[in-house]
T-cell receptor, first 110, second 113 residues
Framework: QKEVEQDPGPLSVPEGAIVSLNCTYS??????FMWYRQYSRKGPELLMY????GNKEDGRFTAQVDKSSKYISLFIRDSQPSDSATYLC??????????FGAGTQVVVTP | DARVTQTPRHKVTEMGQEVTMRCQPI?????VFWYRQTMMQGLELLAY????????DSGMPKDRFSAEMPDATLATLKIQPSEPRDSAVYFC???????????FGPGTRLLVL
């Protein structure tokens, strides 16, 4: 079983809707949590970074970490067609390697 | 706008040939990572360097893959001999120790026939 689980989707939503993405993990030592966005045929780009538990907001994006449940989420408000991409969660413990989820493909339809 | 660059962007080769991929990390970053991405396995870490020294290459098939950092501005990943199962997108990423974030290049899309 992988340390990080992520539903590959695809997840299709209409423009303007809220996109809700999540990952679960098994290693309680993970402290650093990230979300990357990857457009087709491009490299992953860092979207959100959170240390330990809590929420972080950046514009239309909100990242949540629930360490007690070993569960992280990414919400995208007022979704746009330009948000169509694959979203990868990633996490690591101090001194450890970054572990990626499989990625969730999101399609925002106009 | 600082970014990681990779060359070539695309490579088609025949089985048995040597493949060399190059990466220029973001200036000032001291850690460089090589990843491979496939549909089946997702993103896999192959190797990483800090201050040009290899720290971990446990994700790399040792018999055919090699990674080096000849200087602080260049990292290379070589496959010799290449096999069809090596077909994938290879990403380089860079970052700094103490900062947990990594910045990815655009990738080299490799097809081995």
């Amino acid at each position: 079983q992988k340390e990080v689980e992520q539903d590959p989707g695809p997840l299709s939503v209409p423009e303007g809707a809220i996109v809700s993405l999540n990952c679960t993990y098994s290693n309680s030592a993970f402290q650093y949590f990230m979300w990357y966005r990857q457009y087709s045929r491009k490299g992953p780009e860092l979207l959100m970074y959170t240390y330990s538990s809590g929420n972080k907001e950046d514009g239309r994006f909100t990242a949540q970490v629930d360490k007690s449940s070993k569960y992280i989420s990414l919400f995208i408000r007022d979704s746009q067609p330009s948000d169509s991409a694959t979203y990868l969660c990633a996490m690591k413990k101090w001194g450890g390697k970054l572990q990626f989820g499989a990625g969730t493909q999101v399609v925002v339809t106009p | 706008d600082a970014r990681v660059t990779q060359t070539p962007r695309h490579k088609v080769t025949e089985m048995g040939q040597e493949v060399t991929m190059r990466c220029q990390p973001i200036l000032g970053h001291n850690t460089v990572f090589w990843y491979r991405q496939t549909m089946m396995q997702g993103l896999e870490l192959l190797a990483y360097f800090r201050n040009r020294a290899p720290l971990d290459d446990s994700g790399m098939p040792k018999d055919r893959f090699s990674a080096e950092m000849p200087d602080a501005t260049l990292a290379t990943l070589k496959i010799q001999p290449s096999e069809p199962r090596d077909s994938a997108v290879y990403f380089c990423a860079s970052g700094n120790r103490g900062e947990e974030t990594q910045y990815f290049g655009p990738g080299t899309r490799l097809l081995v026939l």
